[in-house]
């Protein structure tokens, strides 16, 4: 496989290795040094053991499930569709593969819904 | 130019011809019938006239840099660097283009600041 292929088969194998809660196959997938971070909160989990126990830790009845993959050389974006409990929300993921294809550094976005600011109705519709 | 190659073009161009406030340059990148998303707020502008005008009316002081592009045969991601006045925000944008080079949906996420859910404090550091 060239860098693309590696890079699009470890964004589908993540998201189904989480989904599947399956620690032992997510962790074959990472570098030993691997950076989890949240520019959001400006988070950064450092290091596939920590990575790890963030997952196991995370409180919630989570589901994962892949709208989109884009992937480029050693880069990928993914359009995750995410269920905790009965909410449901986006997630915007991009993720580095080293040359070893080993997922080196994961940013996770969680964009909220908000309601649109007033003055644009004349151009838009209500989906 | 392959589909990876102009969508990648297409991309970049995209966000240099907003940021220049080249309307007419950025037409000729857009389908008849491009679609503008903004799934958090369930906002969708339909149609190049109608999305121009959205991007002309904007309000502040905008500006966009690109920090990384991901292209991926017609589809690409962009992470972009949004400064509006002295106010900066990353936003996460997907593009699909058509058959002919065209950019035909526009999907953005603009994912805001927020604090830290308690409890995982032992597992990260913040930046």
């Given at each position: 496989m060239n860098d693309t292929a590696t890079t699009r088969q470890a964004a589908y194998d993540y998201v189904d290795h989480l989904e599947r809660r399956d620690w032992t196959a997510l962790a074959t997938l990472l570098a030993d040094d691997v950076s989890y971070e949240l520019p959001q909160t400006r988070e950064r989990v450092r290091g596939r053991e920590a990575f790890l126990r963030f997952n196991v830790e995370y409180p919630g009845d989570w589901h994962l499930r892949v709208r989109r993959v884009v992937a480029d050389g050693r880069s990928a974006a993914l359009l995750l569709d995410v269920q905790v409990g009965t909410e449901r929300q986006d997630a915007c993921v991009w993720l580095e593969v080293s040359d070893?294809?080993?997922?080196?550094r994961i940013v996770d976005y969680w964009p909220e819904p908000y309601e649109p600011p007033p003055g644009r109705e004349h151009l838009v519709e209500r989906c």
């Open positions: 070893r294809g080993l997922i080196s």
